[in-house]
């Protein structure tokens, strides 16, 4: 995690120098603030995985002389399948086209959006995959 945390770090620095030098030439807004955005993004992926690599035990990834079945084993617990995510997408299309087609589309997106939120929060609270 070390080297992924300073791979992001180094290239949210080469966006930054890369935004204010298309800022100055460009005199473009859109393409500015884009390139400031991904500056953010990748500076808060690196400053996690740079903090996080902290406090995990090191990988196989940050030693040098690790092999590649070194960082075989289980990757974590994972939800077997789940319908959540189609009807939060459901929701957050007809949300998107309420902007295309008005807001009072957003009041039938809006419950599809909390019903699929609630119920991927208490997924495993309830049915098959209900902890014992």
Same mark, same amino acid.
């Given at each position: 995690?070390?080297?992924?945390?300073?791979?992001?770090?180094?290239?949210?620095?080469?966006?930054?120098?890369?935004?204010?030098?298309?800022?100055?030439?460009?005199?473009?807004?859109? #393409?500015?603030? $884009?390139?400031?955005?991904?500056?953010? =993004?990748?500076?808060? /992926? !690196?400053?996690? %995985? &740079? *903090?996080?690599?902290?406090?995990?035990?090191?990988?196989?990834?940050?030693?040098?002389?690790?092999?590649?079945?070194?960082?075989?084993?289980?990757? #974590?617990?994972? $939800?077997?399948?789940?319908?959540?995510? =189609?009807?939060?997408? /459901? !929701?957050?299309? %007809? &949300? *998107?086209?309420?902007?295309?087609?008005?807001?009072?589309?957003?009041?039938?997106?809006?419950?599809?959006?909390?019903?699929?939120?609630?119920?991927?929060?208490?997924?495993?609270?309830?049915?098959?995959?209900?902890?014992?």
């Amino acid at each position: 995690m070390k080297i992924q945390g300073k791979m992001f770090i180094w290239l949210a620095v080469f966006i930054l120098a890369m935004a204010c030098v298309y800022g100055v030439w460009s005199k473009e807004a859109a #393409g500015t603030t $884009a390139l400031f955005m991904a500056f953010g =993004l990748c500076i808060m /992926v !690196g400053y996690y %995985l &740079a *903090f996080t690599a902290r406090r995990v035990d090191t990988g196989a990834g940050d030693n040098k002389e690790a092999d590649v079945a070194d960082d075989a084993g289980e990757l #974590g617990f994972f $939800a077997p399948h789940s319908w959540q995510p =189609l009807s939060l997408a /459901v !929701g957050g299309a %007809l &949300a *998107f086209l309420s902007i295309c087609f008005g807001w009072w589309l957003m009041y039938f997106s809006a419950p599809i959006i909390m019903v699929g939120l609630f119920g991927w929060v208490f997924e495993f609270y309830r049915g098959e995959n209900q902890n014992q």
